[in-house]
C-alpha cells in the first residue's frame, strides 16, 4: 500500500529525516515512534506531500507519489488526521465534514454515513462551530472528516495527545475497527506504548531522523523502550 525507500527530507536547508525506509501492507496498522523532535511528523508530513522530499521515493499502490502535491495525494485515497487536528474553527461540524469530501475522486452531495458513525456524538453537534467543541471533540470530528473520503491509506499524527481517556478508548475502537474490516491500511504516530501495542502489528521507532529499530509489535520488549523511549 505504502512504500517509502530512502527519504530525505527537512526543513529549509535543516534536514530532518534521513535514509528512512518504511512500507505498511494493506488492512496493517504500523506505529512510528520516538522521543520528541526525531521527525515523526516530519515524515507524515512528506508522506502527504506537505513537505517535499530532498531525496528518495515515496510510492503508494506503485505509483510514484514523490513529487505529487497533496491534493493528489488525497484524490489518490491517502487520508490525514494531522497533529493539532487542524480543523476549521469558523465553520460548522457539517462543513467541516463536507470539506473532507472534497477529496473524492467523484465528490457525492452527501456525508457518507460510515464517515460519522463511528462518532455517534458529531451528528448531535452538526450546526454547532468547530471551534466551541471541546479537544476530544475536535479529534472526533478531524478523524471523522479523514474518514468522509474513503480513504484506502490513513496517516494518523498523534491522535491521542491532549484528550480525555473516554475518547482515547472512543478512537481505539475505531482503529480496530477499521483494521478488522481489512481494506484500510493505518501509518499511525503515537506515544502511548499501551496504545501502540493494543492496536498496532508493526512499528518502526525513529532516533535522530532515521529508523533505529523496527519489528513485530509483540518483539517491542522493554529494554527497546528504555533504549529509545523513555525521556
Keep these: 500500500m505504502l512504500s517509502v525507500q530512502q527519504l530525505e ?6 534536514v530532518i529525516l534521513r535514509d528512512i525506509s518504511i512500507r505498511v501492507d494493506k488492512g496493517q496498522v504500523v506505529c512510528i515512534m520516538g522521543r520528541n523532535g526525531v521527525g515523526k511528523t516530519t515524515l507524515v508530513k512528506s508522506i502527504m506531500g506537505i513537505l517535499k522530499a530532498k531525496k528518495g521515493t515515496i510510492s503508494y499502490k506503485d505509483a ?3 513529487k505529487k502535491p497533496p491534493y493528489q495525494r488525497a484524490k489518490a485515497g491517502i487520508g490525514y488526521v494531522p497533529q493539532g487536528r487542524e480543523i476549521f474553527a469558523q465553520l460548522t461540524v457539517k462543513e467541516n465534514l463536507l470539506l473532507g469530501l472534497e477529496a473524492c475522486r467523484i465528490v457525492p452531495s452527501e456525508i457518507p454515513p460510515e464517515a460519522i458513525e463511528k462518532f455517534p456524538v458529531l451528528p448531535t453537534m452538526f450546526e454547532r462551530r468547530g471551534g466551541d467543541l471541546s479537544g476530544g471533540q475536535q479529534q ?7 474518514l468522509a473520503s474513503k480513504p484506502e491509506l490513513l496517516l494518523l499524527d498523534e491522535p491521542t495527545e491532549g484528550i480525555q481517556p473516554s475518547i482515547v478508548q472512543d478512537i ?4 480496530r475497527s477499521i483494521k478488522q474490516q481489512g481494506s484500510t491500511a493505518i501509518l499511525l504516530v503515537e506515544q502511548s506504548i499501551d496504545f501502540v501495542r493494543s492496536v498496532a502489528d508493526y512499528f518502526y521507532i525513529l532516533e535522530k531522523g532515521s529508523v533505529a529499530v523496527e519489528g513485530r509489535i509483540s518483539e517491542l520488549d522493554e529494554s527497546m523502550v528504555r533504549q529509545h523511549l523513555v525521556v
Design 140 to 146: 472526533q470530528l478531524a478523524f471523522a472528516r479523514a
Design 172 to 175: 481505539q475502537e475505531v482503529i
Design 64 to 66: 510514484d507519489m514523490t
Design 9 to 14: 527530507a527537512g526543513y529549509g536547508e535543516s
